[in-house]
């Protein structure tokens, strides 16, 4: 799921020097949400593997 998220960041990158401003903002929107839920299923796994 980073790798993902990663993806869509570079992919926002590379969209908003080339001037894609819409291709930039829903890539860097995909990957804000791809990073979050990436966090929480981080989290609730290491709870579970403290627990």
């Known amino acids: 799921m980073l790798t993902w998220a990663l993806?869509?960041?570079v992919i926002a990158?590379?969209?908003g020097v080339f001037g894609f401003g819409?291709?930039?903002s829903?890539?860097?929107g995909i990957?804000?949400?791809l990073f979050?839920?990436?966090i929480v299923i981080?989290?609730?796994t290491l709870i579970a593997a403290l627990l």
Do not use: E, Q
Request: aromatic fraction near 20%; hydrophobic fraction near 90%.
């Open 7 to 9: 993806i869509f960041a």
């Open 13 to 15: 990158l590379v969209a």
């Open 22 to 24: 819409g291709v930039a």
């Open 26 to 28: 829903a890539a860097a």
């Open 31 to 33: 990957a804000r949400i």
């Open 36 to 38: 979050f839920i990436f």
């Open 42 to 44: 981080f989290l609730i």
